[in-house]
């Protein structure tokens, strides 16, 4: 009776696929969970902190190697790029793999992020740690906090 209603199947992952996307849809409208979301699949994913003294940024780059990053501040943007390369490389005289889902990725990538301003970009320093790059951003002496001592009238 519902015979024509139903879809025709294309494959064993089609309704985990439709599933996914759907949730997806359900969860993030327009596509990212909040304004400050950056669209699925950006690489590398970063974080932004800041402390009276500095701000840092981490990012996560795990799989990757202090060469394999390069980090530059032009006009106060700070810019992470470089190449991923595929963790099973495809050999000579293999089969050709289909892959029916990749959900790392490879290739090259670049993320920019604007800095606030106030920072000394020219101690700017950043340190390579178990597949976290560290880009620590000093605030300027006269931006810093100060405390003003109280002296009895």
């Known amino acids: 009776m519902f015979d024509d209603l139903?879809?025709?199947?294309?494959?064993p992952f089609q309704g985990v696929d439709w599933f996914r996307q759907?949730?997806?849809?359900?969860?993030?409208e327009g596509g990212a969970a909040d304004i400050r979301a950056v669209p699925r699949g950006s690489y590398p994913m970063i974080n932004v902190g800041?402390?009276?003294d500095a701000v840092r940024v981490y990012v996560f780059a795990?799989?990757?190697s202090a060469g394999d990053l390069e980090v530059s501040i032009q006009d106060n943007v700070l810019t992470v790029s470089g190449k991923r390369e595929a963790v099973v490389p495809e050999t000579e005289g293999e089969e050709?793999?289909?892959d029916f889902r990749r959900e790392r990725y490879r290739g090259a990538f670049s993320?920019?992020?604007?800095?606030p301003d106030g920072l000394d970009v020219e101690r700017a320093e950043a340190r390579f740690?178990?597949?976290v790059c560290e880009v620590l951003l000093p605030k300027r002496e006269e931006l810093k906090p100060r405390r003003i001592e109280i002296r009895a009238a």
């Open 6 to 11: 139903r879809r025709f199947d294309t494959g």
């Open 111 to 115: 993320r920019s992020l604007a800095l």
């Open 129 to 131: 740690r178990h597949g």
């Open 50 to 52: 800041r402390t009276d």
């Open 96 to 98: 050709r793999r289909t």
């Open 62 to 64: 795990a799989g990757l």
């Open 22 to 28: 759907l949730m997806d849809e359900f969860f993030t």
